[in-house]
């Protein structure tokens, strides 16, 4: 009786063996399977898992910010469709025609989920002090970038999830204001976690400008990136096999979208302006010639999300709300002679110091148009320009008749969110803040 | 000269041949042997021929050999074993026989002739020496009658076993062996009339004339019957009698079916012969599988698919792996070969399929193939052909108006009906254009179909096999009718074979099945079945009619494809799947006392998928990947079961019988995929080495373990009362949800056999039955969980982590319940069989993945959402209305009517609304059904044209019909002629209440090429569909009724006289020519309903969508030649 094999633990086991067989067999765990497919939280609260999450936040909201480039540059005045392409469902973004119903591709989703895994990987890197500590700058800054466009591009009213033990729930639905002092938030603890690294020092730099540019105060943007070298960029890594660059995709290899020139009357001519800042390559897949900015020749290549030329131009834009003409005007021209090979030549002064305050202005957001084509940024100049310089919206966004008629340009000015399926969101709270 | 000439060397056979006047006794040369058959106890005289052993053929060059060395001859090249004294043998006699071609009959013949020595045949090829007219003497009297046949299926004119014949108004009866062969004797002269009673068919009966002493040949062919009460079927619990179950189970007879029906593929075998069960082909797309619904769809997100079970094991029943294109989807279903199997059993709804477990409630499929029978070795031979083709005749026309601008000349070639309300155009004239229709230019063409097999069978008592083989070849009718395939062959056709761009879609392969049956002494056997599939698929990723709506209505120089492209465009995209299929089972039976049976199995189903997708670099381009494409796909799934049961039957009094049985059960199946792809092939490149690759793989598994008791009382073998629990355990449950508990209950009551019921000759059995009985499905995986994958972050590859999916601890298994009742009548001798059933199911706990709010990053989470319903009545009537010898005719009717509706949903799910042809989910309403909002036109202006402010829309949608057919009716029948050698059949199949999205029309309608955009001929209603549709976005205007009634199957087989098939050394010889899929009857206006151009899925595309490829008509020729 001393053998372990009649031992009472010995013999419970048997007992519940027979008693699984004859009842669930779950006391047998025969119903225990190990499927190495499923990795659950646990199993990354690791240095090494911390790591995995980091680059899989990264990966999730640098494709969001690709696509955010492409679907808000169709929705403005960079890109548009080829007739033969455009019908009445794909063309709604086009056409500005956005409703809760028919929301559009800004994508949401991608950034939101990017969010989340950004927030999964901070609390793990803390939890287990991975290192290096800039990685969780890096992450509050993306997470930074993230909110920043969603005060830029969407409507106001934006719901954002709060996450908690790795399960994200419904959070509180923010007005624009609301985000852009989120944004402001993220960006302290992005500052704290990025000493000794200038890249990311940087970028909260030109992040907090931009901001601050959104709230209307250009002093402080043109504060906040005054250490920013003209040389700096902070790009989206994109690659062909993983993470495929949306311009490249849709335009290059499928041909579904073309540069915009002149498009709805207040278009800027990104094609016909033979601008170097924006060049373009006619491709023909599926057999329709379509126009690709050069910048997006191959799948891997990089988005530029924040960049010391945006610094210059937020420091030009806060010298030319305070009078400052002559230091604006040089700003300017010395990003003509500087951030470009070869140089382009000065702007006139007619264009310039002698021109008319509303000539100055739309030089200002016409030098910003093709200095950052393609970058995600002309939605957010032109809800500036309506709503902090007053402009009418039909003088800014693509108006009149799409395409030659028989439709229209609708009235939309960001996108409403996609949020259909949350029961505690009742919907935008204002269309046009 | 055999069969016409009696009483010489060459043959000791009957005179029942060519000539020879109805059954006539046998006369034999007195100095030849005579063969005696043993036959149970008995021995009795019979002739050579009708010895399978004694036909075998052989060579002999003897040269004064003695006996025993010309019988050892013999024994080295056949079957027979002999046993003799040598002393009974003449001594020192020789024979000389030199015959290079020669029965074993005609040759003992020889060798024995004057030796004053008879032979008696024993079953298993054991042949015994004796003198002679020993047994004659010894156990026939000389005056006596015999009559002596072989029993077979008259379908498949093979021999049945274990058929009752008896005289009729005496004591005389005999019981047909494993080769079909019966025997009465002791007869005095006269008529009799001999009824034939076998299980699973009707009874038969002939009659005899005897008028002098011998030996009377008489064949019966016995009619299969599809269900007849006194069958035994298959259950859990092992075979039960089909009267003491409360259900209804339909019962498919595939040995009688496949030899002389246009049948190719187990879903055929299925399709409208079964009352209820819905089998939805994927148009005319070669290789897809079925999408098969029993009572009903009765779930929202998970598989509507049956259980399939073959000899006792779950097989593969899924799609996974398998590639989906122009709305049919290679899958495992048709894995098993029509030919192997002998009966299939098909298990409707969970008050029937309880003790099947977790999975169970979509109904179960029980298989059971074919096995060997004992006696001589049994070959069948056969071999099909013939042609595929299609309808396009009835695929809609692209229309263009032609006009001119008001005031000038110019000519305009978009001139709708909307330019000219407009005041924009004055239309001239319309034409209309289709490629569908130029022979140079349509997909449609025509295809082939070749198979070929051998079946053997035989054994003896202790050791039975059967062995089959099989090839198939079939292409449909899809081509490329291009002319700019030479271009494409000349660049990669020595890679990729051109013959295959030219007809993409076709199935290649080979099956091959053993089946072992030994006995372990007295009490117990054991079984093992095993089969093998070897498959290629080429399923097409275009080539759907359907892409011929985005073309104008005259030939432009894209042919009139349109922006869509032509097909050789579509098939440059080279899709292809390669299956292995390993089914394994072992089987074992125990008795070890007279009321225990027990019950082993243990089996393994393996297959493995190898999609392969290739576009070359230098072929046309498609959907945005001009520099070519290449995409892998392996996929392995392995299932095991176990299953152990055990049932103790023991009479508890003279009146109540008490049958016990318990059983466990264990299922798992593992699933693992990887997928690579790559795309920018360089030139040349075929494989994923040749371009930029990218990968994934995924595994999953699922356990379920179950144990289950079952109680059945029989009372006076009348009534019988069943009650059952089973109790499973699962993998995926869910993290607060352990086991799951289902019980059942039945009663069956043959209410004509209680004394109180008066007896009418016309009636032969009335049953009343009931049933009540619980499954379930299990969810897919319910934990939180983390996705992995490649990115490239830091200039590095590497593998990023990010959240895939919310877990729900609250999640349950879906949960069904169902209710039937029924009753059964057998009439007039049982030749009128006919059952009726109403039922009632409801899925209680239907799971839903509920689409989550976007700002959650993670697409949705499983929820138990709410409660779905079906709920119908189905019927069936077979009918052998006249049986004679020369004449016989049946019919078969079964038909079923099914209602379905989604009863409640929880509170957060909203209700889907499904727009441009997709289905909807809302409660109240069927599910997956076609919802819309109507509309009202006027033409207000007069002008005869609707346009877009002459159309009303309500802002509600209204219900406008369901996508699965409501009701199915099936009506089949056959002629039997000349002895049963003529057989013709005949099957329509009708389904109705359901309705179809036109996306022929509603693509035309966008692009201004339908009749009611362009012609003014057009009525307003046609013009108001499209106008409703392309200006305010419902589909009310381009759903039409789907119903149709097609001509499904017609078939003659012509089996030849055995005289005829023995000259040309066989068995049995048929010839059948049948056709499928001849005509069809419908108000839907594109084509064929049964196609589907886009793929399954819900909630999603409706499973019928009009514009895919239309069903294939087969035209076949098959020969069956049995050996």
């Not at chain 1, 119903?101 to 950004?118: D, E, K, L, M, V």
């Not at chain 2, 020496?129 to 077979?152: E, F, K, L, W, Y």
């Not at chain 2, 036109?998 to 003014?1016: E, I, M, Y």
Request: proline share 6%.
């Amino acid at each position: 009786m001393n053998s372990i094999f009649w031992s009472r633990k010995a013999s419970g086991r048997f007992a519940s063996c027979a008693m699984g067989l004859l009842i669930a067999a779950a006391g047998c765990n025969i119903t225990s399977v190990q499927d190495p497919a499923i990795v659950q939280p646990p199993d990354v609260i690791t240095p090494s898992g911390a790591a995995s999450l980091r680059v899989g936040a990264l990966s999730s909201l640098f494709g969001a910010f690709s696509a955010q480039s492409l679907y808000t540059g169709l929705f403005v005045d960079e890109f548009t469709f080829p007739p033969t392409i455009a019908n009445s469902f794909a063309a709604s973004e086009d056409e500005r025609r956005l409703s809760a119903s028919n929301p559009g591709n800004f994508p949401f989703n991608q950034f939101s989920g990017g969010r989340i895994n950004a927030i999964l990987a901070i609390t793990t890197a803390k939890q287990v002090a991975a290192q290096p500590t800039w990685h969780i700058g890096e992450l509050y800054a993306l997470i930074a970038a993230t909110e920043l466009e969603f005060a830029e591009d969407l409507c106001s009213g934006v719901p954002i999830a709060v996450v908690q033990n790795f399960t994200p729930s419904y959070g509180p639905t923010l007005s624009t204001h609301q985000l852009l002092d989120q944004t402001l938030t993220d960006l302290d603890s992005a500052a704290k976690y990025s000493t000794g690294n200038d890249s990311i020092a940087n970028l909260v730099a030109v992040l907090r400008g931009r901001t601050y540019s959104d709230s209307g105060d250009l002093a402080a943007a043109s504060a906040a990136v005054q250490n920013v070298p003209l040389g700096f960029a902070y790009t989206a890594e994109l690659s062909d096999t993983t993470n495929q660059n949306v311009i490249y995709r849709l335009i290059v290899l499928n041909g579904e979208e073309t540069v915009s020139d002149r498009e709805g009357i207040n278009g800027l001519p990104f094609v016909s302006a033979a601008d170097p800042r924006v060049t373009t390559v006619a491709v023909q897949p599926n057999g329709i010639t379509v126009l690709a900015p050069a910048s997006a020749s191959n799948g891997s290549a990089p988005l530029i999300l924040a960049s010391g030329i945006e610094a210059q131009l937020l420091s030009a834009e806060a010298a030319l709300a305070t009078g400052q003409t002559s230091v604006w005007a040089t700003i300017l021209n010395n990003l003509r002679q500087n951030a470009i090979t070869p140089s382009m030549s000065a702007l006139t002064l007619d264009s310039t110091t002698s021109a008319s305050p509303s000539m100055q202005l739309a030089v200002m957001f016409r030098e910003r148009a093709f200095w950052l084509f393609a970058t995600g940024h002309r939605l957010g100049d032109m809800r500036r320009l309506v709503r902090r310089y007053g402009l009418a919206a039909n003088s800014v966004y693509p108006t009149g008749l799409y395409m030659g008629g028989p439709a229209t340009y609708g009235s939309s000015v960001v996108y409403p969110v996609a949020e259909q399926d949350d029961p505690n969101y009742h919907g935008c709270l204002n269309l046009n803040p | 000269m055999r069969g016409v000439v009696c009483g010489i060397s060459v043959g000791v056979i009957l005179c029942s041949g060519a000539g020879a006047q109805g059954p006539q006794p046998l006369q034999l040369a007195s100095r030849e042997p005579a063969f005696y058959a043993i036959v149970g106890t008995h021995i009795e005289r019979a002739e050579a021929g009708s010895f399978a052993a004694l036909r075998e053929r052989l060579v002999l060059r003897l040269h004064n050999a003695t006996i025993p060395e010309a019988l050892t001859a013999i024994q080295e090249q056949t079957s027979l074993r002999f046993t003799y004294k040598p002393s009974i043998l003449p001594a020192g006699a020789t024979v000389r026989l030199d015959a290079s071609d020669i029965t074993v009959a005609a040759a003992l013949t020889q060798i024995l002739l004057d030796a004053d020595v008879d032979v008696e045949i024993a079953p298993y090829g054991q042949a015994t020496i004796v003198a002679r007219n020993r047994v004659a003497n010894q156990r026939q009297p000389s005056d006596s009658i015999i009559v002596r046949g072989t029993i077979t299926d008259s379908s498949t004119h093979g021999p049945l076993a274990g058929a009752v014949v008896r005289v009729a108004g005496g004591t005389r009866s005999a019981t047909s062996g494993l080769d079909g062969l019966y025997s009465i004797t002791g007869l005095a002269p006269g008529t009799y009339r001999l009824v034939v009673r076998r299980l699973g068919y009707l009874p038969t009966s002939v009659e005899v004339t005897a008028s002098i002493p011998g030996v009377y040949k008489r064949d019966i062919a016995l009619t299969a019957s599809p269900a007849v009460l006194d069958q035994v079927v298959t259950t859990v619990t092992g075979d039960e009698r089909l009267r003491s179950i409360g259900n209804n189970i339909a019962t498919i007879r595939a040995d009688s079916i496949v030899p002389t029906a246009p049948v190719t593929s187990l879903g055929d075998v299925i399709n409208a012969r079964a009352a209820g069960v819905q089998v939805i082909n994927a148009g005319g797309v070669t290789g897809a599988s079925p999408v098969l619904y029993i009572r009903g769809a009765g779930s929202l997100s998970q598989s509507t698919q049956p259980l399939v079970y073959v000899d006792g094991i779950r097989v593969a029943n899924s799609y996974a792996g398998s590639p989906t294109f122009s709305g049919g989807t290679a899958g495992r279903f048709n894995d098993v070969a029509p030919e192997d199997i002998e009966s299939i059993e098909v298990v409707k709804g969970p008050s029937a399929a309880t003790l099947y477990g977790t999975d169970a409630a979509n109904g179960v499929i029980l298989i059971t193939t074919k096995r060997g029978q004992g006696g001589a070795t049994r070959w069948t031979v056969y071999g099909e052909g013939g042609a595929l083709t299609a309808d396009a005749a009835s695929l809609p026309y692209n229309y263009t108006g032609w006009g001119h601008a008001p005031g000038t000349s110019q000519e305009i070639n978009s001139c709708t009906l909307d330019a000219v309300a407009a005041g924009s155009c004055i239309q001239d004239s319309v034409t209309k254009f289709s490629p569908l229709h130029v022979g140079s230019l349509t997909p449609i063409g025509t295809g082939n179909r070749e198979q070929a097999g051998a079946q053997v069978s035989g054994g003896a008592k202790s050791m039975r096999y059967f062995i089959s083989g099989d090839y198939t070849s079939e292409t449909a009718p899809l081509q490329d009718p291009s002319p700019d395939q030479r271009t494409l062959d000349s660049l990669v056709g020595p890679k990729i074979g051109s013959g295959y761009v030219q007809h993409p879609n076709s199935v290649g392969k080979y099956d091959g099945r053993l089946n072992l049956t030994a006995s372990l002494g007295q009490n117990a056997d054991v079984a093992i079945s095993s089969s093998y599939l070897s498959q290629t698929t080429q399923i097409p990723v275009g080539g759907a009619p359907l892409f011929a709506a985005g073309g104008p209505g005259y030939r432009d120089q894209n042919d009139g494809w349109g922006f869509f492209g032509a097909p050789e465009t579509e098939f440059s995209l080279i899709p292809s799947e390669e299956t292995h299929h390993f089914t394994g089972a072992v089987t074992s039976h125990w008795t070890p006392v007279s009321w225990l049976t027990t019950r082993a199995t243990v089996g393994l189903d393996a297959s493995s998928d190898m999609f392969t997708e290739l576009q070359p670099a230098e072929a046309a381009p498609v959907d945005g990947n001009p520099g070519g494409y290449v995409f892998d796909q392996q996929t392995t799934t392995t299932l095991y079961s176990v299953d152990l049961g055990s049932t103790a039957r023991l009479p508890l009094t003279s009146w109540l019988v008490s049958s016990t049985s318990i059983g466990a059960q264990y299922h798992r199946v593992n699933q693992a995929s990887t997928v690579a792809s790559a795309t920018q092939l360089s030139p040349g490149a075929t494989s994923i080495a040749g371009g930029l690759p990218l990968g994934s793989q995924s595994d999953t598994q699922s356990v379920v373990a179950g144990v289950y008791a079952q109680e059945e009382l029989a009372l006076n073998d009348r009534l019988f009362l069943t009650g059952a629990v089973r109790v499973d355990g699962a993998n995926d449950f869910g993290q607060k949800f352990q086991t799951a508990t289902y019980p059942k209950g039945g009663v069956s009551w043959l209410v004509s056999r209680e004394s109180f019921f008066p007896t009418w000759h016309w009636l032969s059995l009335w049953r009343l039955r009931g049933a009540y009985g619980e499954s379930g499905t299990q969810p897919g995986i319910v934990l939180t969980t983390l996705a992995t994958g490649p990115v490239t972050i830091d200039g590095v590859h590497q593998t990023g982590v990010g959240l895939a999916s919310l877990g729900n601890p609250q999640v349950q298994p879906e949960r069904q319940k169902e209710i039937e009742a029924g009753s059964d009548l057998d009439l007039v001798d049982s030749r009128i069989h006919i059952e009726f059933t109403y039922y009632r199911k409801r899925n209680v706990n239907a799971l839903y993945n509920v689409p989550l709010g976007a700002s959650l990053g993670v697409g949705s989470i499983e929820e138990n959402i709410g409660q779905i319903q079906n709920w119908g009545y189905e019927a069936l009537l077979s009918a052998e209305l006249v049986s004679t010898r020369s004449f016989a005719w049946g019919i078969a009717l079964n038909g079923s009517i099914n209602h379905n509706r989604v009863v409640t949903l929880g509170p957060y799910f909203q209700p889907i609304y499904g727009q441009y042809g997709n289905t909807s989910v809302i409660a109240g309403y069927p599910l997956f059904s076609m919802l819309a909002q109507p509309y009202s036109y006027v033409d207000a202006n007069h002008n005869g044209i609707i346009e877009p402010n002459e159309i009303t829309v309500a802002n509600t949608p209204q219900f406008v019909g369901g996508t699965i057919p409501g009701r199915q009716l099936t009506a089949a029948t056959h002629v039997d002629l000349f002895d049963h050698r003529v057989r013709i059949g005949a099957q329509f199949d009708y389904r109705g209440d359901f309705v179809i999205p036109d996306q022929f029309l509603s693509s035309q309608c966008f692009n201004g090429t339908a009749f009611g955009t362009t012609s003014r001929s057009a009525s307003l209603r046609q013009q108001a569909a499209c106008v409703a549709y392309t200006n305010y976005g419902t589909n009310d205007g381009i759903i039409f009724d789907g119903s149709f009634l097609r001509f499904r199957e017609l078939s003659l087989t012509l089996a030849v006289p055995d005289h005829v098939a023995e000259r040309l050394r066989a068995r049995s010889l048929s010839l059948t020519l049948s056709a499928r899929n001849l005509a069809l009857w419908t108000h839907f206006p594109a084509g064929d309903p049964e196609s589907a151009a886009q793929t399954l899925g819900f909630p999603g595309s409706s499973l019928y969508s009009g514009g895919g490829i239309p069903s294939s008509q087969y035209w076949l020729a098959r020969v069956n030649i049995g050996l």
